[in-house]
Structures are given as C-alpha cells and as structure tokens.
C-alpha cells in the first residue's frame, strides 16, 4: 500500500498501552488506530471505568503512573480516603485525578454519547492529536470468569481476588450482540497495511476484542497481522498470563502462546514477534515457514516502545 502506513494495534493492558505509547512517538509518520479491550469495563459507585482504554489513554498522553502501569501519574487518594471513612467499597482504587475523567465519561455517556465519542473527547482533553483511540465495540463486552468459586466480573477476579481463583471458563458477555466499532470497520475498508496484536494476555486482553462476530474476518484483510508475544523466557511480561496458561496444562512458554494463537485463530496471523530472548525458538519457526521477528518486546523505556513499533513497521510496510 502507498502513501502514509495505515496501522490498526489491539491495545489491552499494560503491555498494549506500552506499544500505543511506541505508535505515538512515530506521529506524522504513521496513520494509526488503537482498539481497545472492553473485556475489563464495569460500572463501580456508579462510574463506568474502562481501564484498558484509559491505560491507553494515560499511556500515550504520558500520564500513566510508571509503577503501577495503570491509573494517573501524580495521583492522590482523598475522595478514596473519605470512601473508606464512610464504610464504601475501596477494594479498587479510583484516584483523585482518574475519577475527574471518570465523571466526564459518566457525564458523556449520560448525555447520550457513545462510548467511542467520549473516549475521543477524553483523548483530545488530555492533548492526544493525531492518533484514534476507540473501544473494540460501543455496546458493553465484559469479561466474566467462571471458577470452582463461582461465576465472578473480571475486576472482582483480578483486583478482588488477586486472581487466585483457578479459572474453568472465560466468557466474554454481550460479545454475540456487540458490533465492532464502525470506526475500525470504515479505516479497514480504506486498506489497513497493518494490523498489531500487542504483548497482550491472549485471552483477558484480547480474545474479548475477537470475540465480537466478524471483526477477526475484518482485520484479517489487512494486509500483515502481527502478534508481539506477551510471553519472555517461559514467564509472562505482567499478569496472571503464566497462571491461567499452566491452569490449561500449558507451559507458559512462546512455543504454547503460539500454538493457541494459531488453534484460536486459524491462518490469522502472518508475523510474529518475539523477544530477543526467545530468539533460539524464533529460528525454530522461521525454519517451519512463519514469518518471525526478534526484537525488546518488554518496552521498559520510551525510545524502546518506539524501537519496536518501528522495527515491526519495516518489516511489514517501509521505513518510518
Ligand atoms: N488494579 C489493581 O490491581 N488494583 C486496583 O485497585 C486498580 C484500580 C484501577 C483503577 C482504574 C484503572 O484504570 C485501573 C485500575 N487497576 C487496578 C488496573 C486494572 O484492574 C487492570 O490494569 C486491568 O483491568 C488489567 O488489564
């Protein structure tokens, strides 16, 4: 495809805020679209949080906090101190500073704004130019996570309960009844020269995105697909990916991640991308046929997102 790189990336968790951050520094030289994962949303004291997207949204306006990887940089905590004080729910933390964008969102939505509307007001708001950040779908998809527990929202598995939970099922509800965001499907439809599955737990992060019907028929049009391995050295980068993977009797090692990407997703992806520390497995399957990369796929500082991004656009467009 001619002309500026059309380039669609999967963002959900940490590991996907980290690369839009990358795609955001190549500005100007790239057209880019970041899908976010509504699997994590739920409504809390009344807010709707989505905090995949907002860890997008605080990653690429470099607001994130650092350490934590999610929530406000240069947060505080007194509406949550006061929360306590009242005998209200502090199990999550909502900071001073990310429930001003949560009242906005309420404010938004409740005015009768999409979803995908509101997340583009809140991008501009906090000085994003040139890059689209929209949720996979403007109708709710939520992850629910069926356990020997009992049938728990993600956020009370994950936060609530630290993930301890040994998971039986995944279900990705509204999923079915979702349509994927029409504004994915018109910048496809205008030719996409690549699609980018970030370092992303496959099934938390972004199998609830694939699961809304035709949206994997839709990517796969672009022209390369890639997937950047969340897994390093037989460890996850973040998360409970290596937990949840030996839970299905699997290593959690970048030969399984690939072989349930490939039975998930038959003949989806085209080039996978692996750190340099898998680099011996790499060669492995280059030698089978696929199309591979060797790269940081840990992204710890800004000029390492941005090194990744690049590296993976010159193997899949040109330069940039
Ligand atoms: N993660 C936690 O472990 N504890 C929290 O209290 C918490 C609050 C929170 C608030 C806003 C937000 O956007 C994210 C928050 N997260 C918290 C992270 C969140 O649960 C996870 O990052 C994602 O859902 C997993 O990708």
């Not at 947060?75 to 429930?99: C, K, M, Q, Y």
């Not at 391995?229 to 290596?242: D, F, M, Q, T, Y």
């Amino acid at each position: 495809m001619s002309g500026i790189p059309r380039v669609v990336l999967l963002a959900g968790g940490g590991g996907g805020a980290r690369m839009a951050r990358g795609l955001y520094g190549l500005s100007g030289a790239v057209n880019p679209l970041v899908v976010t994962n509504p699997g994590d949303d739920f409504e809390h004291l009344g807010l709707w949080v989505c905090p995949d997207t907002d860890s997008v949204l605080y990653a690429v306006a470099d607001a994130i906090d650092p350490k934590r990887g999610w929530g406000r940089r240069d947060e505080t905590w007194s509406v949550l101190a006061e929360i306590e004080r009242l005998h209200g729910p502090t199990w999550f933390s909502l900071g001073d500073r990310d429930i001003a964008l949560h009242l906005l969102r309420h404010a938004g939505l409740s005015g009768g704004k999409t979803l995908t509307e509101v997340t583009s007001d809140l991008a501009v708001a906090l000085g994003i130019r040139a890059m689209r950040i929209i949720p996979a779908s403007d109708q709710p998809v939520r992850t629910f996570v069926h356990t020997a527990d009992g049938v728990m929202e993600f956020q009370d598995y994950f936060v609530a309960r630290g993930c301890a939970p040994r998971i039986e099922k995944l279900e990705y509800r509204g999923a079915e009844q979702a349509l994927p965001n029409s504004q994915l499907l018109s910048f496809l439809g205008e030719g996409c020269d690549c699609v980018i599955l970030g370092p992303s737990n496959p099934y938390l992060s972004i199998a609830p995105i694939l699961a809304i019907p035709s949206i994997v028929d839709a990517l796969a049009k672009a022209d390369t697909v890639v997937a950047v391995s969340p897994i390093v050295n037989g460890e996850a980068i973040k998360g409970p990916l290596a937990k949840i993977m030996r839970e299905k009797n699997l290593e959690p090692t970048v030969g399984s991640w690939v072989e349930e990407m490939k039975t998930m997703y038959p003949s989806f992806i085209d080039l996978w991308v692996f750190d340099q520390r898998d680099a011996a497995f790499a060669e492995q399957l280059r030698a089978q046929g696929d199309r591979v990369l060797i790269g940081d796929t840990v992204m710890t500082g800004a000029a390492e997102k941005t090194a990744l991004v690049r590296q993976v656009l010159a193997e899949c467009v040109v330069d940039v």
